[in-house]
């Protein structure tokens, strides 16, 4: 369908190094359906991921403020130009809050939310001399809720959200749509701890109306979706695709 197809755009998928990772799965989404696709990732999985599915592959660390320019500029000189940002790398450090090292936290809060921020700016300055694009960030069911033993996690996530709304209400009348896919419980690595304790692992399945964890092809579908004309009219949303996690 015309209002689906990415055939000439030209996207970058942060965070796609992990085989197995939502950031792969929605990179093939976009490819699927006619984009041409650079992956950054700080992994060496980067390579083999872009070898396998045919994407362009640029490593970076994200958490360093002069790689990730390098990285931006690395990818959008491959591939021409960019017309579509997925911001999906991201962190994860579990501790209690009272014993958090204030190192993690900076960490976390640089990756999941900094960089993210930065990366927008990029592809923004780009985006509007051209008057289109679309930027779609990774939030979290911790976009909406507190979490246990994440604190940074959370704060990062919920920062996702409002500057997701923040950029939209700047860039939504020129051109730009900013929106955020807020993903549930998905198999990939983050979660790997999660799914081999039997006793989280029974909690959430419980909880969980589709009765299973959803996975990366799970959201190709809305990340098309926003990456596409079929999203022109929507601006900072942030979308769930959590398998009825929220409205339980
Ligand atoms: N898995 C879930 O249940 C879930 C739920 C909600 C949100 N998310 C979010 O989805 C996104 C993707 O997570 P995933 O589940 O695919 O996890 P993942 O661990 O498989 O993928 C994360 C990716 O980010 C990359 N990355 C991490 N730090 C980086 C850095 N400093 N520089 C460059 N790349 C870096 C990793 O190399 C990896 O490719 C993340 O933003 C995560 O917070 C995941």
């Keep these: 369908m015309d209002l689906f197809d990415l055939t000439g755009k030209r996207a970058l998928v942060t965070g796609a190094g992990s085989a197995n990772g939502l950031g792969r799965g929605m990179a093939r989404g976009l490819k699927e359906a006619?984009?041409?696709?650079?992956?950054?990732?700080?992994?060496?999985?980067?390579?083999d991921v872009a070898r396998a599915d045919g994407f362009i592959a640029v490593q970076a660390d994200l958490s360093d403020r002069t790689e990730l320019v390098r990285g931006f500029r690395d990818a959008v000189g491959k591939l021409g130009t960019i017309d579509i940002l997925i911001n999906s790398h991201g962190i994860q450090r579990r501790h209690q809050a009272e014993s958090f090292p204030i190192e993690e936290?900076?960490?976390?809060?640089?990756?999941n939310l900094t960089s993210v921020f930065e990366l927008c700016k990029l592809a923004a300055r780009i985006m509007l001399e051209k008057g289109y694009g679309k930027i779609i960030n990774v939030a979290s069911m911790l976009t909406f809720s507190g979490g246990v033993t994440v604190p940074a996690y959370a704060a990062s996530k919920g920062g996702i959200g409002q500057v997701t709304k923040a950029l939209a209400n700047e860039w939504a009348g020129r051109g730009i749509n900013v929106n955020a896919i807020a993903p549930g419980y998905m198999a990939t690595d983050m979660n790997r701890n999660l799914m081999n304790d039997p006793v989280r692992n029974e909690q959430i399945l419980r909880r969980l109306p589709a009765g299973r964890w959803g996975t990366p092809e799970d959201i190709k579908g809305v990340a098309v979706f926003l990456a596409s004309k079929a999203s022109d009219y929507l601006h900072g949303a942030?979308?769930?695709?959590?398998?009825?996690?929220?409205?339980r």
């Design 34 to 47: 006619g984009a041409e696709v650079a992956v950054l990732s700080r992994s060496n999985g980067v390579f």
């Design 105 to 111: 936290w900076d960490l976390v809060l640089e990756v």
């Design 238 to 247: 942030i979308i769930p695709v959590d398998g009825g996690w929220l409205s």
